[in-house]
């Protein structure tokens, strides 16, 4: 009988540790446009650099057209953010893949990974970056991608 009681203590024991281990499934931070979004997305940017230089894993940065977007404004947002993490955010140190994907159906999205975990979803607004950085990190405000027409004088 007590044989029986100790094993049974012995497996629910067993259980329960195996049970609370496993780690939650984290869902990824969605930061939406706007004007207050430029000092979390810097605060997860700095996150995921910590994680990284913990873990040594690979980041992709992924980067998605909106609707009404042309794949030129996306790789311009793919230049003017890759410039900013790079000289800004130190992400030269880390081993970064970008790359652009399929267009969204809303606006324009960068999506981060940190290995295999999808942990940041940046959205931008039709035809500008995003708002990456609060304090002239060089991201503060969202810029136009598309060159204005010059006006064009009439001769009168």
Known sequence: MTRKI???SFVILVSANLSYSQK????PFVIKTGGGSCEENSAIVDGISTEILETKERIFVIFRAGKGETEIVNARRLNHVKWFLQNRKDWKIFDVIYARGEK??????I???SGKRFFLVVMSAKNRTPCLDCCNGGLEYPQNLIKKPRS???KS
């Open 6 to 8: 100790l094993f049974l």
């Open 24 to 27: 939650l499934k984290n869902e």
């Open 104 to 109: 969204s159906y809303g606006e324009g999205k």
């Open 111 to 113: 999506e981060f990974y």
């Open 152 to 154: 064009v004088k009439q």
